[in-house]
């Protein structure tokens, strides 16, 4: 069985802080997807990174695939009250249904 | 924008009520998932459904079955509620493709007494 291991598990930073979150696992994933979930919400899609090494960047937010495919982070700069929620990774397993496989999450909270 | 929408966004049961939580979506997914959500698990994935009257369990089906009689609804049924099924339950749709984002809805939260 194929898991996702998120750290920290929880992370609360003052306003202007950089940070960094971290999805490891032991296998391999085709693609890997970041979600951020605001309370009372469900997860929204942030971004898709498909190909061992790539970068992505969102405004303040870096997302990295590893080289081998088995991890990924996300970095947010100079991070704001609005970033606070549950950021949840989650690896596509292959194959054509879409199957997800969900890391824990990391609950941020950021105060001003 | 795809919209997900869960029929009820509160729910209290009383234990051993048959349950249903709907959720339909209007993007013409092919994929539908139902997902419960407990502080320190995670999202675990309960069934999911790749086409109409298709059906296939996920990593915790017990207790649960579901019903995809149409494209865009998916309904996930507590024959008999228990009180380990109080949780937030979401919903999500996706297209078949492989590495297609979900797009959840806003949850349920079911508390069973």
């Known amino acids: 069985t194929q898991l996702l291991e998120q750290s920290p598990q929880f992370l609360s930073i003052q306003e202007g802080e950089n940070l960094t979150v971290y999805c490891n696992s032991s296998?391999?994933?085709?693609?890997l997807q970041w979600y951020r979930q605001e309370p009372g919400e469900g997860p929204v899609l942030l971004v898709t990174?498909?190909?061992?090494?790539e970068v992505k960047k969102l405004k303040r937010l870096t997302f990295q695939f590893g080289d081998a495919r088995k991890d990924s982070s996300l970095h947010i700069t100079a991070a704001q009250p609005g970033d606070t929620g549950l950021y949840l990774c989650a690896g596509g397993e292959g194959g054509s249904q879409g199957n997800l496989i969900f890391g824990k999450g990391t609950k941020l909270s950021v105060k001003p | 924008d795809v919209k997900v929408t869960q029929s009820s966004r509160y729910l209290v049961k009383r234990t051993g009520e048959k349950v249903f939580l709907e959720c339909v979506q209007d993007?013409?997914?092919?994929?539908m998932f139902w997902y419960r959500q407990d502080p320190g698990l995670g999202l675990r994935l309960i069934y999911f459904s790749y086409d109409v009257k298709m059906k296939e369990k996920g990593d915790i089906p017990e207790g649960y079955s579901v019903s995809r009689e149409k494209k865009e609804r998916f309904s996930l049924i507590l024959e008999s509620a228990s009180t380990n099924q109080t949780s937030m339950y979401l919903c999500?749709?996706?297209?078949?493709?492989?590495?297609?984002?979900?797009?959840f809805g806003n949850g349920t939260r079911l508390t069973v007494t």
């Open positions: 999500a749709s996706s297209l078949g493709a492989q590495g297609s984002p979900l797009h």
């Open positions: 993007m013409d997914h092919e994929n």
């Open positions: 296998s391999v994933f085709s693609s």
């Open positions: 990174v498909v190909t061992g090494g």
